[in-house]
Nanobody
Framework: QEQPVESGGGLVQAGGSLRLSCTSS????????WGWFRQAPGKEREAVAG???????TYLDSVKGRFTISRDNDKKTLYLQMTILKPEDAGMYIC????????????????????WGHGTQVTVST
């Protein structure tokens, strides 16, 4: 299992947009679900968005309508399009993957993911 690699983070003004990417040779494998998580200094990691093997998506309430998770299996890439960014969106954004789980746990349950990237930093200025 190749470790996912994130990119696309950076400094953006509040109200701006960023698109994060996550690449992995496993991304196109059947049965894998993927998620984006974030962690700010001094705060616990939180799940931001998830996408399952049927391309169903789930979002953290505070990002609904602003963030979009998607995947391109041909490019073996997972994306997180972030718009109308707020200072509270800042943090290390990490992508993660999990193998097929017959119980189909919620996509925002971080404990169910087995493979994690190192993250890409997002900073939002006021």
């Amino acid at each position: 299992q190749e470790q996912p690699v994130e990119s696309g983070g950076g400094l953006v003004q509040a109200g701006g947009s960023l698109r994060l990417s996550c690449t992995s040779s496993t991304l196109s494998s059947d049965g894998f679900a993927w998620g984006w998580f974030r962690q700010a200094p001094g705060k616990e990691r939180e799940a931001v968005a998830g996408i399952d093997d049927f391309d169903s998506t789930t979002y953290l309430d505070s990002v609904k309508g602003r963030f979009t998770i998607s995947r391109d299996n041909d490019k073996k890439t997972l994306y997180l399009q972030m718009t109308i960014l707020k200072p509270e969106d800042a943090g290390m954004y990490i992508c993660a993957a999990r193998r097929f789980n017959v119980d189909r746990p919620g996509l925002l349950q971080g404990s169910t993911y087995q493979y994690w990237g190192h993250g890409t930093q997002v900073t939002v200025s006021t």
